[in-house]
């Protein structure tokens, strides 16, 4: 990251913690390559498999980022994929936001 970079302050990118969720997005990578998708087009297809009440809102600067990300909307995962990607979003490392963030979400 460059420095003033935002996410020098965000905890899941400290050292310690961009290790730990470094090795999940190898998991996702696995399932990517079995699809014959990207990583990001199965993180999408994950979301949409969590149910009609959640969507996912992808941010994208480019064209072939926006194509690519509906693109996944025809990535349908496998129960075994699902599982998989389940047990990989359950470590990972760090708050997503600073602890000031933390405060002001609603739980």
């Known amino acids: ?4 970079d935002f996410r020098h302050n965000v905890p899941r990118f400290s050292e310690e913690n961009a290790q730990v969720n470094a090795s999940i997005l190898e998991g996702i990578r696995t399932v990517a390559r079995l699809h014959g998708a990207t990583p990001a087009q199965v993180a999408l297809a994950w979301v949409l498999a ?6 996912p809102i992808p941010g994208t600067r480019r064209r072939t980022r926006l194509d690519e990300n509906l693109d996944a909307l025809a990535l349908v995962l496998s129960a075994e994929d699902l599982a998989a990607l389940d047990c990989l979003a359950g470590k990972v490392a760090g708050d997503r936001y600073t602890p000031a963030l933390m405060e002001r979400i609603e739980r």
């Open 50 to 55: 969590q149910g009609r009440d959640l969507v």
């Open 1 to 4: 990251m460059a420095p003033g």
